[in-house]
């Protein structure tokens, strides 16, 4: 069996990672609401973008946008990837390494022409961090969705941990239309007639 990290570390590890790729949904899903979104700003031709890349093309179509609460969604969009989007390949871009007798992620990286060199161990608050900060980038954008679309988030001083069951906390999911659905998804089911005469 592979020497894992502790229950605690792992479960951190993962909010951190459903955190980020929860807010990037919540971006990505809304982008069919723009009036006039720029050509390839659509979760089709994103899908398989980069985060990073998913950011630079939300702030051109920030610039862009001539609508004032479009652009000021789509400056919050772009704020929240940008802010995200290298703690997080700081935690995929890491090695399991031993750490003071615990197994831990180690971000190890020679230096660049462009960057220096790194040598990070990831600890449980790091990891924590991050999904913190998803999480208010979150309500962040809930607050200023526009077209009046979903409920407004208000901040709060107890933290946030993102879980699979984060929808039951308040935090706003995509847009469920038939526009947004994954390829291959199957059609949503329709209730049975009722058998019984009225």
Request: charged share 25%; proline share 9%; with cysteine.
């Amino acid at each position: 069996m592979l020497p894992f990290a502790t229950d605690t570390y792992v479960r951190a590890l993962a909010e951190a990672i459903y955190a980020v790729a929860y807010l990037e949904w919540a971006i990505l899903g809304d982008l069919d609401r723009l009036t006039n979104p720029p050509l390839g700003l659509n979760v089709a031709s994103l899908s398989r973008s980069t985060l990073g890349g998913v950011a630079r093309e939300v702030k051109a179509a920030a610039k862009a946008a001539t609508d004032p609460e479009e652009r000021a969604w789509l400056n919050a969009a772009a704020d929240a990837l940008v802010e995200v989007v290298e703690p997080r390949n700081q935690i995929i871009h890491t090695h399991p390494a031993t750490v003071d007798g615990e197994q831990v992620l180690h971000r190890w990286a020679t230096a660049t022409s462009t960057k220096p060199h790194e040598a990070k161990t990831i600890t449980e608050e790091d990891l924590t961090a991050l999904a913190q900060l998803a999480a208010d980038h979150v309500r962040k954008l809930s607050a200023v969705r526009y077209r009046g679309y979903g409920p407004v988030i208000t901040s709060t001083r107890t933290p946030i941990r993102i879980s699979p069951r984060a929808g039951r906390r308040g935090l706003p999911g995509p847009p469920r239309t038939a526009s947004r659905k994954c390829p291959g998804s199957s059609p949503p089911r329709r209730a049975r007639a009722s058998a019984e005469p009225p």
